[in-house]
């Protein structure tokens, strides 16, 4: 396909998805939309290097890592530190998928479907790699097409399961919002608040260039995927990038919300997703259609240990069901895709700009924090130890 071509397809559906999810108030968010493009689109009409194409490919995994270092900027150190309720209840969903799953389902299917499903369902794209290598170890090929075809359902189970308890969310913290809040919400992007930290000098405004504050960010992540690859993958860059961007936001050398001040958010956050897509190339219907009994038994399992394990420990901490939910989901989808529903969430609710910001504090935090505690590290340590019981 031509560049400018496949490059221009990029943006027609993400716009097409954008108003498909003012119109349905972010019940269908755009990034399903996407989803549900691309898969149909790959079976019938798209060419398969339709993304790769666009040129978008080549530079996504660069700017997942600018886009993690700016979410780290978004967030206060305090606030970061509070969030530990979110990573334990990230941690139980993510733990009562996968095991409940691997256990469970061993009673209903074949054992090595359900080894292969539980940390997958739970994770992702590195979960579903190493689950992969362990099915080739043993010569089961059939556990190999099997986890792709969970990696391409759980995310048309996640986000919609998140996108509706967002939004109930959403309309929960609205009806509670005060005076306070709804003026915290207009102060929030017009005075940049210094922390106790801030040992940095900051660079003079007639200085600070778009291309200034995108430099930054690039060099953060490249030093952040030095470290990553120091441990040997031990720790996973993105988490890297983010635990340095809330850092170094707070000591100065980064501005806040970085991306959206240098004008970048819309082209970062348009090839965030491709890498994502890239897998819809290779899932056939009769990979689908062949597995949908296994799949059956391991989503319904994985959904209801997720329930169960989420809004338990949610209900220690004092969290609505709602939230609870959505950051168990979030282990279904991950990053990204949490930021962009939670961005998403607050436009669709919020009426003006104040309340925009306000459920965009209280939502964004939580749902990116919880898809790399489960995604990035939880499921990719389960997915470790599943691999050594096929």
């Not at 499903?117 to 739970?122: A, D, H, V």
């Not at 690039?218 to 961007?245: E, P, W």
């Not at 348009?270 to 994502?276: D, E, G, Q, S």
């Not at 897998?279 to 990979?287: D, E, H, K, S």
């Amino acid at each position: 396909m031509d560049s400018l071509l496949a490059f221009t397809l990029i943006f027609i559906v993400y716009a097409v998805g954008d108003a498909v999810a003012t119109k349905t108030k972010g019940v269908v968010s755009m990034m399903l939309f996407a989803f549900v493009f691309y898969l149909v689109g790959f079976w019938t009409f798209l060419p398969a290097t339709a993304l790769e194409d666009s040129g978008f490919t080549a530079v996504s995994n660069a700017l997942v890592c600018l886009l993690m270092v700016h979410i780290g900027t978004t967030i206060k150190l305090t606030d970061f530190i509070k969030q530990w309720k979110t990573v334990v209840i990230a941690l139980a969903a993510c733990a009562g998928v996968c095991f409940g799953i691997c256990f469970i389902a061993t009673f209903f299917i074949d054992r090595g479907y359900a080894l292969v499903g539980g940390p997958i369902l739970s994770g992702a794209i590195v979960a579903a790699l190493i689950m992969q290598e362990a099915a080739e170890a043993i010569g089961r090929e059939d556990l190999v097409v099997f986890a792709s075809v969970i990696l391409v359902v759980q995310n048309f189970i996640g986000i919609p399961i998140a996108s509706l308890c967002l939004k109930s969310e959403a309309k929960r913290l609205k009806a509670m919002m005060t005076g306070r809040d709804s003026a915290a919400g207009k102060q929030s992007e017009k005075v940049q608040e210094k922390s106790g930290l801030h040992i940095i000098p900051s660079i003079p405004k007639k200085y600070l260039s778009n291309n200034v504050i995108i430099a930054k960010l690039a060099v953060v992540s490249v030093i952040s995927t030095m470290i990553a690859n120091a441990t040997d993958g031990n720790l996973n860059k993105l988490v890297v990038c983010l635990v340095l961007g809330v850092l170094l936001k707070e000591i100065g050398f980064l501005e806040e919300s970085s991306i959206t001040k240098a004008n970048g958010s819309v082209f970062v956050m348009a090839a965030a997703p491709i890498a994502a897509f890239i897998g819809l190339v290779n899932a056939t219907p009769q990979m689908l259609l062949g597995q949908i009994a296994p799949l059956a038994v391991v989503v319904v399992i994985g959904l209801v240990c997720l329930l169960i394990s989420a809004i338990a420990v949610g209900k220690i901490f004092h969290y609505s069901w709602q939230m609870s939910t959505a950051l168990g989901a979030s282990a279904l989808f991950g990053f990204p895709t949490t930021y962009i529903l939670a961005d998403e969430i607050a436009n669709s609710v919020g009426e003006n700009e104040a309340e925009k910001n306000y459920l965009r504090s209280k939502l964004q935090p939580n749902m990116v924090i919880a898809g790399i505690v489960t995604v990035s590290i939880s499921s990719v340590v389960f997915a470790g130890i599943v691999a050594n019981w096929l």
